[in-house]
């Protein structure tokens, strides 16, 4: 079940992500997949600031939408 949670977790911070960044979105099957990936980068990134977003899906899902906003900038950035 955990894991479901996660996929879904992942996919709301990708189309989010894919929102915020206008014009830098892959598609919404991309944006779902970096919104995954993203909750493993963003939590890498929040722990090696020190920075907490809270628990539970509020915070899962900060932590996942600020990773999808990397990965959508450095594959913008890779696209070009």
């Known amino acids: 079940m955990d894991f479901l949670y996660f996929i879904l977790i992942g996919a709301v911070a990708g189309w989010l992500a894919g929102q915020l960044m ?3 979105g892959f598609g919404v099957l991309w944006n779902i997949i970096f919104g995954i990936l993203g909750g493993f980068l963003g939590g890498w ?10 628990g539970g899906l509020i915070g899962s899902l900060i932590t996942s939408v600020v990773g999808a906003m990397v990965l959508v900038f450095g594959a913008g950035l890779l696209k070009k």
């Open 22 to 24: 206008k014009g830098r």
């Open 45 to 54: 990134l929040f722990g090696l600031l020190g920075i907490s977003a809270g």
